[in-house]
């Protein structure tokens, strides 16, 4: 028999006839039963997402341009959604990216204190106009900064004479004081310290913000292929769902690199990776724009050139942000 109450939402307290709630879209399960069954169910679900994210990976990673023409069809049911699958694939990527690398003060610029203390001793002319900065100069310098940044300008000063760090800040102290600075220069001065100090705290950085900074360039990049395809008349969110498949394409493509070996074939699968991007993108363009051939490549060229005048200022940014 039917409990009663059943065909009632304990959500809303509207009737329920079918298995969703029309009112609230609160479903007819109850988790609030034995361990096994809510297991069982949990499984059940996670192959169903598993079967979506299985054809939604076949169309993007295969056929480039047709996931975002079955979303402009308003087939969507069938597919993970575009900003799921795009968090998705930049968390892996950027996870083995992280997994990866070697961020070591000593390795990340190669700038320890053995070579960068001897590149310039001896093979550099000293230039005879610079002047080496007073005590007193040194000491307003060092008084400006804040005691965390004061601190890391200490080690670098107490550093030997021909270290590369300690060479650039006491370059940078001779040529005025922090306090006279603006605070554009002050930030970059307080950023340039910490790298100075720990080198590895560029590439942290680069890789902490980069996720930041290439999702907020998303709406820039959809912005680009809607100017260099007015003539379509597809709404702007197209253009956009367009760029955060080609984004999606090229994290999953860049993580199956990072898996690879750096010898032998894998070596030669691993560079063909890194260089399928821009192919499918130009494939891409064609099956979802319908241009031909040559207007494919020479919008992608300009799609490239113009996110790139956007992408490269936005990593290096990155490096100054604290992450």
């Not at 949990?42 to 979506?52: G, L, P």
């Not at 394409?249 to 690199?257: D, E, K, N, P, R």
Request: charged share 20%; aromatic share 12%.
């Amino acid at each position: 028999m039917t409990p009663a109450g059943a065909r009632t939402c304990p959500n809303c307290g509207r009737d329920r006839p079918e298995s969703f709630c029309a009112h609230c879209g609160q479903s007819d399960r109850d988790y609030a039963r034995a361990l096994w069954s809510v297991a069982g169910e949990f499984v059940r679900e996670t192959f169903e997402v598993d079967s979506r994210l299985f054809r939604t990976l076949k169309l993007l990673m295969f056929r480039p341009g047709s996931l975002t023409r079955e979303f402009s069809r308003n087939r969507r049911a069938g597919f993970v959604s575009p900003v799921r699958l795009y968090i998705f694939a930049s968390f892996v990527f950027f996870l083995l990216l992280s997994l990866r690398g070697d961020f070591g003060a000593a390795g990340a610029l190669n700038l320890n204190e053995e070579n960068v203390g001897s590149s310039l001793t001896g093979e550099q002319p000293e230039d005879a106009t610079a002047q080496p900065p007073t005590e007193e100069h040194l000491e307003a310098f060092r008084a400006a900064l804040p005691p965390e940044q004061r601190r890391k300008a200490d080690d670098i000063l107490a550093r030997p004479e021909g270290n590369v760090a300690r060479q650039i800040l006491v370059g940078v102290a001779s040529r005025g004081g922090v306090a006279e600075a603006g605070w554009a220069d002050r930030f970059l001065l307080l950023s340039g310290i910490d790298m100075l100090h720990d080198p590895s705290v560029i590439p942290r950085r680069l890789l902490s913000n980069m996720p930041i900074a290439m999702f907020c360039l998303l709406p820039f990049l959809g912005l680009i292929l809607a100017v260099f395809h007015f003539r379509r008349k597809r709404f702007y969110v197209e253009h956009l769902v367009f760029a955060i498949h080609i984004q999606t394409f090229t994290f999953l493509i860049y993580s199956v690199a990072l898996l690879l070996p750096e010898s032998g074939p894998g070596l030669w699968v691993r560079v063909s990776c890194l260089l399928v991007p821009y192919p499918y993108f130009v494939i891409a363009l064609r099956r979802y724009y319908e241009n031909g051939w040559v207007m494919s490549v020479a919008k992608s060229v300009g799609a490239y050139v113009l996110y790139s005048l956007a992408l490269i200022p936005a990593f290096i940014l990155s490096v100054f942000v604290t992450g």
